[in-house]
């Protein structure tokens, strides 16, 4: 098996190990498409693992995330000194996080760059929450937050999107796409997060204030959808959504998340629609 193929097949694995969400409608998208955005998906899921790690201090944090914002500004990453960076760190940290240059190896020259900046400006901002320590005050932080964390996602994916086939989409739904999914995790996760000691929910917000955040995100989102044309991108955009809409109204009925029977169905539904 020849390197290229072997980075492949890892990448394969390590996507279906770290994305429930996004694997299954990456593995409909036809080549080249289904290797740029499962790279993409996985550099960014690097720093992501860097962010949410439990045994790392939030200074350690701050320092690897703008470290490695520093190195994808550069026009070639420098897989040295990434090794330097995180080889102190070897053994807590994931398989994912650690292989970040693979990952940026394995995305098409073409638009590599674009996934590097997205990455990066994901990264330090990352890094700039650690800081705060998570401590989102109001809207505008949450915002501020979800569009680092997810909302940059969605800017990626339109920029693969153009380079792919000239798929013009409008930039700031392409934000509320991943800021809606994003804030379904919120909601999904609040209890989890509670017990670990952070919350991402705004100073004095009820539960309702949060749904009715998602939900308007989630309308942005079905407004993206509307740019999208080529039948394979429509299909990854749609199911993650439609499985995020199902989660919500779950969450609504008081159940934790929907039953794997459900996502299968929502799947198969969308790809024979």
């Known amino acids: 098996m020849s390197e290229a193929k072997k980075l492949q097949k890892d990448a394969n694995n390590i996507l279906k190990q770290t994305s429930r969400t996004f694997y299954i ?3 409909l998208l036809k080549s080249p ?4 955005v499962g790279s993409a998906y996985l550099c960014m899921r690097a720093v992501d693992e860097i962010e949410d790690h439990e045994e790392l201090e939030s200074e ?3 320092y690897l995330l703008r470290a490695i914002s520093e190195l994808l500004k550069r026009d070639t990453f420098d897989e040295e000194a990434f090794h330097e960076l995180v080889q102190p760190y070897e053994t807590i940290l994931p398989e994912v996080s650690l292989r970040l240059g693979d990952w940026v190896r394995l995305c098409p020259d073409g638009i590599a760059g674009k996934v590097k900046e997205s990455t990066g400006v994901m990264a330090s901002g990352m890094a700039d929450w650690a800081e705060k320590e998570w401590h989102i005050k109001n809207e ?3 915002d501020d937050y979800t569009y680092y964390v997810a909302g940059l996602v969605g800017v990626m994916l339109s920029d693969i999107w153009q380079w792919y086939d000239g798929t013009q989409t409008d930039r700031g739904l392409a934000i509320g796409y991943g800021r809606g999914l994003q804030a379904v995790n919120v909601l999904r996760n609040q209890d989890e997060d509670k017990e670990r000691g952070v919350s991402f929910v705004p100073d004095g917000w009820t539960r309702d204030d949060l749904f009715a955040y998602t939900e308007k995100n989630l309308t942005k989102a079905d407004e993206y959808l509307k740019d999208i044309n080529t039948r394979t991108i429509k299909l ?12 919500l109204k779950a969450l609504k009925e008081g159940r ?5 029977n459900e996502v299968e169905t929502i799947v198969e539904d969308i790809k024979n629609d």
Not at 33 to 36: E, F
Not at 236 to 247: D, H, Q
Not at 256 to 260: A, D, L, Q, V
């Open 25 to 27: 409608p990456i593995t």
């Open 236 to 247: 990854f955009c749609r199911i993650p959504l439609a499985l995020a809409k199902r989660t």
């Open 256 to 260: 934790e998340k929907i039953s794997r």
């Open 60 to 62: 350690t944090k701050q």
């Open 140 to 142: 505008n932080d949450l």
């Open 33 to 36: 498409l289904d290797q740029t």
